[in-house]
T-cell receptor, first 113, second 113 residues
Framework: GEDVEQSLFLSVREGDSSVINCTYTDSSSTYLYWYKQEPGAGLQLLTYIFSNMDMKQDQRLTVLLNKKDKHLSLRIADTQTGDSAIYFC?????????????WGLGTSLAVNP | NAGVTQTPKFRVLKTGQSMTLLCAQD?????MYWYRQDPGMGLRLIHYSVGEGTTAKGEVPDGYNVSRLKKQNFLLGLESAAPSQTSVYFCASSGTGGKNEQFFGPGTRLTVL
């Protein structure tokens, strides 16, 4: 995860907005992803953005991409206790046929009632 | 569709014992991956496969072997388990589409005493 960085913890109150940030280093990244991991479960794709986009909105989720600063953010509006999870940022680089993703260490989101 | 399944869900081994973790996917995906997840370390890629009969090393391959004899199955073997291999192991698969979404199994929690 050394090439993709995220803060490790975020705590918000229920009903507030949450913003999780991620920085990456490779300008050749094609797709950037946010995965969610609930306790005791595997990861699940939450949303993604293609590198030629600046913003993507999907219901309560807004993804912002700043390619100049290599910064990706995930905003969750009206955060609920069910949003408590670990959120992983990941990038896909076009490096041959291996189709590996480069992962951040994950941000643990705690939502307080 | 069951998606990605992993067996077993939990296992306790003694140092030096061997075991095989099984991953199966029913989505006809070409690519399969084995990760380990440790506190503060995020996800680390152990081995991956770009198709039936192929395997390749990831970031942390030492102490593990893999086989992909059938497209739907990806096996991870520990020949001589060590306490440092205590971890949660996740299998994932992805198709050939550009988005490269990885689908994860529920994980195997392994403890080596």
């Amino acid at each position: 995860g050394e090439d993709v960085e995220q803060s490790l913890f975020l705590s918000v109150r229920e009903g507030d907005s949450s913003v999780i940030n991620c920085t990456y280093t490779d300008s050749s990244s094609t797709y950037l992803y946010w995965y969610k991991q609930e306790p005791g479960a595997g990861l699940q794709l939450l949303t993604y953005i293609f590198s030629n986009m600046d913003m993507k909105q999907d219901q309560r989720l807004t993804v912002l991409l700043n390619k100049k600063d290599k910064h990706l953010s995930l905003r969750i509006a009206d955060t609920q206790t069910g949003d408590s999870a670990i959120y992983f940022c990941a990038e896909k680089r076009d490096a041959g046929n291996n189709r590996k993703l480069i992962w951040g260490l994950g941000t643990s989101l705690a939502v307080n009632p | 569709n069951a998606g990605v399944t992993q067996t077993p869900k939990f296992r306790v081994l003694k140092t030096g014992q061997s075991m095989t973790l099984l991953c199966a996917q029913d989505m006809n995906h070409e690519y399969m991956y084995w990760y380990r997840q440790d506190p503060g370390m995020g996800l680390r890629l152990i081995h991956y496969s770009v198709g039936e009969g192929t395997t390749a090393k990831g970031e942390v391959p030492d102490g593990y072997n893999v086989s992909r004899l059938k497209k739907q199955n990806f096996l991870l073997g520990l020949e001589s388990a060590a306490p440092s291999q205590t971890s949660v192991y996740f299998c994932a698969s992805s198709g050939t589409g550009g988005k490269n979404e990885q689908f994860f199994g529920p994980g195997t929690r392994l403890t080596v005493l």
